[in-house]
Structure formats: C-alpha cells, structure tokens
C-alpha cells in the first residue's frame, strides 16, 4: 500500500544551511506529500530564507524558541502522513532517501522504524567518511568491543550501547508507533537517542545498509555546546530505558538472556561516573514514566537534584 509521506525540519539559527536542507527533501525520486518546517526562534535570517521557499510548497510555522523536541513534536503533529521522515535544518538527504526507505515500509509492514548508513560531512560539504551502523564510528570508545554488544549483529542491542543512528534526521517512522510511543521529550542533546530506544522496545530498528543521509558536523553542533549537561541526559536516558531492557531480554530463551547479560558490563557507556549513574538510576525507580516523578523532574532545568548531580560532573 502506497503510504502519504511527510518531512519534518525543526529549524534553528542555520540560515547557511536550511536552504540546501530544504532542498533536498524538495528534490527527492520520490517527492513526499509535504515537508513541514517549524522554525524554533531563529534569529539569523533563516526565516526570510524559508519564506522564500513556501512558494515551492513547504509549510512554514514560526514559533518562539522551545527546543528541538518541541518544534519536532509541532512539526509531526501539524503533519498529515502516515510515513513520517525527520531532517534537521543543517542536514541534507540523499535523493533516493524517501524512495528507498518508502519501498522498504510499503513491501514490510512490521516495519516501523528505521534509518540508514549516513555519509558524515564538515561545514563545507566534504565527506569526513561513512558511517555503517553500529560497525564503526561510535560516539564513544569502547575498550573490549569483542565482549560487547558490538560483536552482535542486534540493531536493539547496539542500540542501547550508543545511538549508532547518530541523529534526529536519520529516523523514518511510522504515525502509529509515534501515536504510540511519542513525542519527544525535552531533552537538549539525546532526545533522538530516548525516542529511539523508546521505538526499539516496540519495534527493532531496521537499517537501510546505504548511505542515505549527510549528517553534518560543525561548530555550532548542539552535541559541543556543554559537556556536563550533555553527559547528565546520556546517564538519563541509559536509566530510564535500561531496566525495560533488560526485562525485555532475559524473559524467555536462557541462552540469549545470558549473552544479553554477559555483554552489558562492556557496553554501557558512564563517562566512568558509575557512582553519578547509580544515583540517576536509583531516582529512575521513583518512575520512568511519570512526569511528575523526581526522575523526571531532573529535566527542568532549575531542578535542585539536577544540580546537584551537575555539581558531581564538574568534581
């Protein structure tokens, strides 16, 4: 069945990029039914350049800045397809994105959340290499990968060692697992990393072994801009999903729980906080999924606990 597709671009402060951005998911083999751009507050210019390109079709909301989840959750939500692709606005797909991963959703209906190899590009546009997954390039070292997740070839499990799929702009999903398990939350640097191990509980990840996406690394990535704030969302999000996890892989075949167990110790990444991580996942307890939860309110930014564990970052 011939699915509607939409494009959602959060857009912020790229107005050297957003054009060529836009353009790509314009330009596709297979032209998406709409593209819906949300820009979040920009103040460089970039809205007079997405005002130009409306003439070409593209929805344009302009709100206050929020954060990149919540001009993502508007996007999606103001979006009519059932096929939903994400593209933040200093990336660029490939031409055959949506037509490829579209004739992969249309022949596989238990497919319903997935990304691709992605080609990694600097500010100018030069290719730095190709990322293939969970086998090379990972967001952080791992010294005995043989013992790890990464000796596997589990999409879910991988997942759980790092976000293999390295971005928000790398997600193909479909509206009835985002109905389900959306939207994202707010978090400022690993809210692709949560959404997907959310996805992965319900649907394992399925990977396009293709380079279908530039993923571009700059100055102004989000990822550079503080280092312990980022560190705090990673050890947060690892304690909100690993115990589901973890009760998802050792129910059933004894053979795989074991595995699943043996390679755990090598694959979660800390920052060597393991202390810091336990506190988090002791507060995690209080409930993952309750907004109201002291582990939730560690996202409000004048929480007194998130603090205190910030203090424990800088020591």
Request: proline share 6%; net charge neutral; glycine share 6%.
């Amino acid at each position: 069945m011939r699915r509607r597709i939409s494009v959602v671009i959060p857009s912020f402060n790229h107005a050297r990029y957003v054009q060529d951005a836009v353009r790509s998911a314009l330009e596709q083999s297979r032209t998406p039914d709409e593209v819906v751009v949300v820009d979040d507050g920009s103040t460089d210019g970039s809205v007079e350049i997405l005002r130009s390109l409306e003439k070409r079709g593209v929805k344009l909301v302009v709100q206050g800045n929020q954060g990149a989840h919540a001009a993502l959750n508007r996007g999606i939500e103001l979006s009519g397809g059932d096929l939903l692709f994400v593209l933040n606005s200093d990336d660029r797909y490939d031409p055959r994105r949506i037509e490829r991963f579209a004739a992969r959703f249309e022949a596989d209906s238990s497919i319903q959340f997935s990304g691709s190899w992605i080609r990694v590009i600097d500010g100018t546009g030069r290719s730095l290499g190709v990322k293939k997954g969970w086998a090379n390039m990972p967001p952080w070292p791992c010294p005995r990968p043989d013992r790890s997740f990464l000796a596997t070839s589990d999409a879910r499990w991988n997942l759980l060692q790092g976000n293999y799929l390295a971005t928000s702009s790398n997600f193909a999903f479909s509206r009835e697992l985002w109905r389900s398990h959306g939207p994202f939350l707010p978090l400022r640097f690993a809210h692709d990393w949560d959404f997907a191990l959310t996805a992965a509980l319900h649907s394992s990840p399925h990977v396009v072994e293709e380079p279908l996406l530039d993923y571009r690394i700059h100055d102004d990535n989000t990822i550079r801009k503080d280092p312990r704030e980022m560190e705090l969302e990673v050890l947060w999000v690892l304690a909100r999903h690993l115990p589901a996890f973890a009760a998802e892989e050792t129910r059933g075949d004894p053979g795989r729980a074991r595995e699943f167990l043996e390679r755990l110790a090598e694959s979660v990444h800390t920052f060597d906080r393991d202390r810091l991580f336990l506190e988090v996942l002791a507060l995690a307890s209080t409930g993952r999924a309750d907004p109201l939860s002291p582990f939730f309110r560690l996202l409000e930014p004048g929480n007194p606990l998130r603090r205190w564990l910030l203090d424990g970052l800088s020591s």
